[in-house]
């Protein structure tokens, strides 16, 4: 069973940042995109950053030049960089992989457990 665990939450004050990284607890055949989502209380999830195996991204534009999305191919990990951070962004942030687990039979999408992040003074 592939899992993704997340790291990287917490509590930081405005302008400051933090680093989210997620990875699959076990191995994979292939991943075709991963990204962070995150949801707010009593808001819908919402995505904040995706990026595919070619290396294409795409971001909220809330976040566009405060947050970068970055992949370690060689660990299948995913990291979100967070800078300038804002009270409104305080959620809690979700990891989302799409893949193969054995092979090209069947392609799949895992969430992870997520992770909190509070921006607060």
């Known amino acids: 069973q592939v899992q993704l665990v997340e790291s990287g939450g917490g509590l930081v004050q405005p302008g400051g940042s933090l680093r989210l990284s997620c990875a699959p607890s076990?191995?994979?055949?292939?991943?075709?995109?991963m990204g962070w989502y995150r949801q707010a209380p009593g808001k819908p999830r919402e995505l904040v950053a995706r990026?595919?195996?070619?290396?294409?991204?795409n971001y909220a534009e809330l976040v566009k030049g405060r947050f970068a999305i970055s992949r370690e191919y060689a660990s299948n990990t995913v990291y979100l960089q967070m800078n300038s951070l804002k009270p409104e962004d305080t959620a809690v942030y979700y990891c989302?992989?799409?893949?193969?687990?054995?092979?090209?039979?069947?392609?799949?999408?895992?969430w992870g457990k997520g992770t909190l992040v509070t921006v607060s003074s």
């Open positions: 989302n992989a799409d893949l193969w687990v054995t092979d090209y039979s069947g392609r799949e999408e895992y």
């Open positions: 076990g191995s994979v055949f292939s991943i075709a995109a």
């Open positions: 990026i595919t195996d070619d290396g294409s991204t």
